[in-house]
Structures are given as C-alpha cells and as structure tokens.
Antibody, heavy 116, light 107 residues
C-alpha cells in the first residue's frame, strides 16, 4: 500500500519561498502522476500542480507564475516551491497520487502558515 | 476555470435518513466528476470516481449519478460514521476544481 508524507517548514515569512517535499513509500514515483493540493483554513480545496515521472507538468493558472513542481525518482520524492508567499498561501498542503484524474492516495497533510 | 457549486452547504440528518447532495458545473464536464469525504483533521477520501464508480471498500449505501452539468451523491441510509464534509471535484479540464463542500451534521 503506497504511503505519502509531506515535510517542510510550518512557518514561512511573507515574500519568501515555501518549499515542501512529499516522500513516497511502498511504491515508486515512476509511472504515476503526482499532485499537490491545498486546503485553506476555511475549507476550500485548490489543486496546485501535477507532475509525471518523465517531467511532464501542469499548473493551476492562478498560481503558475509562482509555483514549481519537481520529482526526484532516485529518492522517491516530489517537491513543491511557491515563491513570494502571502497570508493567502496559508493552508494545509497535501500531496497525492493520481489514478487517472482521481486521487485515491493522499498524504496526511502539512499546515503551512505565512506570518512575519 | 470550471466552477463547481454544491448544495446545500450544510445538511442535518438523522441516522437512517436518505440524503442527497448536488453538484453543478459551470459547463458540461461529461462524467468527469469525483466525490470525496473528509473528516476533521484527515485528508479527503475518494468515494466515487467518474460520477458513479464506487471505490473499493466504500459502502454500497453511497451512490453517485449525473452527467453533463448536474450530479448528485446519495447516501441511502446515513450511518454515524458518515457525518463529515463532502466535496465534488471535476477532472474534465485543468485546472481541476472542487465544490465548496457540504457538511453533513447530526440532527
């Protein structure tokens, strides 16, 4: 059974870059699509980006200018960077594995708070 | 972006009740619609994919229907463990988008 776990700083200062890593266990990153999704304190869910192990990516247009997703198949990890963060980027960030365009496998989520 | 609108935003029900949650897309999305259940402090759980395909391990009291712009999730007999928030999500086109959620509460 594949397991995913997010890691990264819980606090980020405004205008800085948020960096998160998702570590995959019980399976390989190869051959799958992987996404980052976030959930605001109010409960709204927002898809951020996906990546395929070949490096194919796609981004939410609302975030595309500030977001980078990458994968390291040798470490079984994929990562997210969001630049120039503000308070509106405060959210629980989830990583997830695709099955088609559904997400049956999710990490536990990690809360990132943007605060000075 | 394709906007997804759920109704109602919240719903009170008693154990054993039949409940239906609806989701409307701002344009036709064929059957590219998923339903998730989320309990406090946990990640969303995929219940139904492609409008009506029940995921393995999900109780048969859950069902989904619809196509085009109008979809529904029905719980035929609500159980105590079903009290949670439910989200629809379209995967017809990037950017994938979610409904705002429907909170199912105990009456």
């Amino acid at each position: 059974q594949v397991q995913l776990k997010e890691s990264g700083p819980g606090l980020v200062k405004p205008s800085e870059t948020l960096s998160l890593t998702c570590t995959v266990s019980g399976g390989s990153t190869s051959g799958y699509y992987w996404s980052w999704i976030r959930q605001t304190p109010g409960g709204s869910l927002e898809w951020i980006a996906y990546i395929y192990d070949s490096g194919r990516t796609d981004y939410n247009p609302s975030l595309k200018s500030r977001v980078t997703i990458s994968v390291d198949t040798s470490k079984n990890q994929f990562s997210l960077k969001v630049s120039s963060v503000s308070a509106t980027d405060t959210a629980v960030y989830y990583c997830a594995r695709h099955h088609g365009s559904s997400w049956p496998n999710w990490g536990q989520g990690t809360l990132v708070t943007v605060t000075s | 972006d394709i906007q997804m609108t759920q109704s109602p935003s919240s719903l009170s029900a008693s154990v054993g009740d039949r409940v239906t949650i609806t989701c409307r897309a701002s344009q036709s999305i064929s059957n590219f619609l998923n339903w998730y259940q989320q309990k406090p402090g946990t990640a969303p759980k995929l219940l139904i994919s492609d409008a009506s395909t029940l995921q393995s391990g999900v109780p048969s009291r859950f069902s989904g229907s619809g196509s085009g712009t109008d979809f529904s999730l029905t719980i035929s007999s609500v159980q105590p463990e079903d009290f949670a928030t439910y989200y629809c999500q379209q995967h017809y086109r990037v950017a994938y988008t979610f409904g705002q959620g429907t909170k199912l509460e105990i009456k």
